[in-house]
C-alpha cells in the first residue's frame, strides 16, 4: 500500500515537472510590462502568467532543502507560495527581475515550512538561529573536506567560521539532533517493540499503595479520635465550620444554641486547640515534624 502511494507521489511530480517545463521564459520587456499591468490593474491574468513563468526557479531552490528529510511536493508547495506572494509585492519600477526578489519569498516561505516540521519545540526563534539551523550542515560538509583525512570539524572551529559562539553550535547541533520521536514507532533493532514500551511504568507498587491505605485509614481513625474528646458543643462547631460543604457563619451557630457569635467564635477556637494538642501526639509518633516545631 505504501508503495503504491510513494509511486503515484512520484509520477504526480514527474507530471507537474513536464507541465511547468513547458512554460518559457520571459524577456525582461514582457516581466516588466505583465508587472506593470498587475500592479496598476489587479489584472489576475497578467499575475496567472508571471508566476507560471516562474514555477522552475521554485522546483531548484526547492530541491535545495531535500536534505531536511521533507517531500519534494510539499517544498515545493510552500516555495509556490512564496512565489505569489512576490508577485503580489513586486515592484517592476525597482529595476531588476522578479525572481530575483521572488527567490527571498521562496525561501522564506520554504525555510518556515522546514522549521515548523522539524519539531513541535519551536526552532529558529531568532534571525541568528534560523541562519545558524540552516547553515550548520552545509558549514560542517565544507570544513570537513577542508580537514586532513575529511574528519569532522570542532565547534569552536565551526563557531569562528560562522561568527558565533561554540555554545550556540553545540545548543543547534543538539536540537537539530533531537528530532520529535513518535512512541508508536518501532525501535531499532527490536522487532515487533515499540519506544512506548521503555517508558517507566508510572504505576505505584502494591506495597507502597498498601501502605498509603494503612496511613490515610489510620489519620482518619485518629482524627475522630480526637473529635470524639470535644464537647457536644464544640465538635458541632468543628463539623459545620470545616467539615461540611459550606461552612456556617458563627451567628447560624449561635442561633443554634442560644447565644452570641463571639461565644461561637470562643468555641471554635476552644475546640481547635483540643484538635491540635491531640493531633500532634499523634503527629510526634508518627516522625510526622508539626509546622510549630519546624519554625
Known amino acids: 500500500m505504501r508503495t503504491n502511494v510513494l509511486s503515484e507521489s512520484r509520477s504526480s511530480l514527474t507530471s507537474y515537472l513536464g507541465n511547468i517545463d513547458r512554460y518559457r521564459l520571459m524577456s525582461p520587456a514582457q516581466e516588466a510590462r505583465l508587472a506593470r499591468r498587475f500592479r ?58 522578479l525572481i530575483t526578489y521572488a527567490v527571498w519569498w521562496i525561501r522564506a516561505y520554504i525555510q518556515e515550512f522546514v522549521l515548523h516540521s522539524w519539531s513541535l519545540v519551536r526552532l529558529g526563534t531568532t534571525q541568528a538561529q534560523r541562519k545558524l539551523f540552516f547553515s550548520l550542515a552545509r558549514t560542517k560538509r565544507e570544513l570537513a573536506r577542508a580537514e586532513v583525512g575529511g574528519q569532522p570539524p570542532s565547534a569552536e572551529t565551526v563557531a569562528e567560521k560562522m561568527g558565533v559562539t561554540p555554545a550556540e553550535v553545540q545548543a543547534m547541533e543538539q536540537r537539530i539532533d533531537g528530532r520529535d520521536l513518535s512512541l508508536d514507532a518501532p525501535r531499532q533493532n527490536r522487532e515487533g517493540s515499540r519506544h512506548v514500551e521503555s517508558l517507566p511504568d508510572q504505576t505505584p507498587l502494591q506495597d507502597d499503595e498498601l501502605a498509603d491505605a494503612e496511613e490515610r485509614e489510620e489519620t482518619r481513625a485518629r482524627v475522630n479520635r480526637a473529635l470524639s474528646r470535644l464537647d457536644p458543643r464544640e465538635r458541632y462547631i468543628i463539623e459545620r465550620r470545616f467539615l461540611g460543604e459550606q461552612p456556617s457563619q458563627f451567628q447560624e451557630i449561635g442561633k443554634t444554641f442560644g447565644f452570641s457569635r463571639e461565644r461561637a467564635r470562643q468555641l471554635e477556637v476552644r475546640a481547635k486547640a483540643k484538635l491540635r494538642n491531640e493531633l500532634r501526639a499523634f503527629a510526634r509518633s508518627s516522625g510526622i515534624q508539626t509546622e510549630a516545631e519546624a519554625s
Open 40 to 97: 496598476r490593474t489587479g489584472d489576475p491574468r497578467a499575475k496567472k502568467i508571471l508566476i507560471t513563468k516562474n514555477l522552475r526557479f521554485v522546483v531548484k531552490v526547492a530541491s535545495e532543502y531535500r536534505s531536511y528529510g521533507l517531500s519534494l511536493d510539499d517544498l515545493i508547495q510552500e516555495g509556490n507560495i512564496g512565489l505569489m506572494r512576490a508577485v503580489e509585492k513586486f515592484d517592476p519600477e525597482r529595476g531588476f527581475r
